[in-house]
């Protein structure tokens, strides 16, 4: 039986927890930040954990992540 391939696109944009969970980034980040409030923007930059309706959609593009 083959070898099961890790999606890319999907393995660059999440990682595993300690506990098993997913982490992503936010969007809205990347561009037009003069718009965007201080608070806003801070709250952009830390990692969110993916929510339990897509995590086992994204497991299975990362079987071996």
């Known amino acids: 039986m083959p070898k099961i391939k890790t999606n890319r696109a999907a393995a660059k944009r ?5 506990g098993g969970k997913l982490r992503r980034n936010k969007a809205y980040a990347s561009h037009i930040m003069t718009s965007k409030s201080t608070k806003r923007k801070r709250n952009l930059r ?11 959609r994204i497991r299975r593009l990362l079987p071996n992540g």
């Open 14 to 18: 999440f990682r595993r927890t300690g």
């Open 46 to 56: 830390q990692a969110a954990i993916v929510d339990s309706t897509e995590t086992k």
